[in-house]
């Protein structure tokens, strides 16, 4: 997946490259940049490692999709576990969510503020530099992502999950229809 970071990166060496620069490769990464890139990747194998053991240890609490039940855009910010299950907004992906995409907006903003200050292509000499700030609070943010996964949400999922996956699609119930389509 390319995120804020490489699109940033890509766009300053291709800026450079066709603006002839000798080295287009040859510009700074600010440490905000690499901050951002350890905490996005930490979050992404720690949300992962908490989810997979979810999964294997109450497959019948965590909502599943598949080709008889696909998923949808808004589950993204649903909770994935419990009765509450693709019903109730997670406010930590929520949250982190809306921080990212106004850190992501604002970076771009600089980037673009940065390139039209500059008269030439050999002028661009790093990434914009931001405030650590903004860097510990999207390091919060994830760290409320991650530990909210952690607890354990009661009940079953309702509909399709990672228990009754295949034999939904073996054989559905009477009456079962994927909540996924229904309005």
Do not use: C
């Not at 040859?26 to 996005?40: C, K, N, Q």
């Amino acid at each position: 997946m390319v995120d804020r970071d490489h699109l940033a990166f890509l766009g300053h060496f291709w800026g450079r490259l066709l603006g002839g620069v000798d080295d287009p490769l040859g510009f700074s990464l600010p440490s905000e940049v690499l901050g951002l890139i350890g905490i996005t990747v930490g979050a992404g194998v720690a949300s992962g490692v908490v989810k997979s053991s979810k999964d294997a240890r109450a497959p019948v609490r965590i909502a599943a999709s598949d080709t008889t039940d696909p998923p949808r855009f808004g589950q993204m910010f649903l909770l994935e576990e419990g009765e509450f299950a693709d019903r109730v907004v997670d406010i930590t992906k929520l949250q982190n969510f809306v921080f990212t995409l106004t850190l992501v907006v604002a970076y771009v903003a600089l980037s673009i503020d940065m390139i039209g200050n500059v008269e030439s292509a050999a002028d661009i000499t790093g990434l914009p530099k931001f405030s650590s700030s903004f860097l510990t609070l999207l390091g919060i943010s994830h760290a409320a992502h991650v530990v909210g996964k952690i607890p354990n949400q009661t009940g079953s999922s309702p509909g399709l999950t990672l228990a009754n996956r295949q034999a939904i699609a073996a054989a559905p119930p009477a009456g079962w229809a994927p909540r996924n389509t229904q309005t």
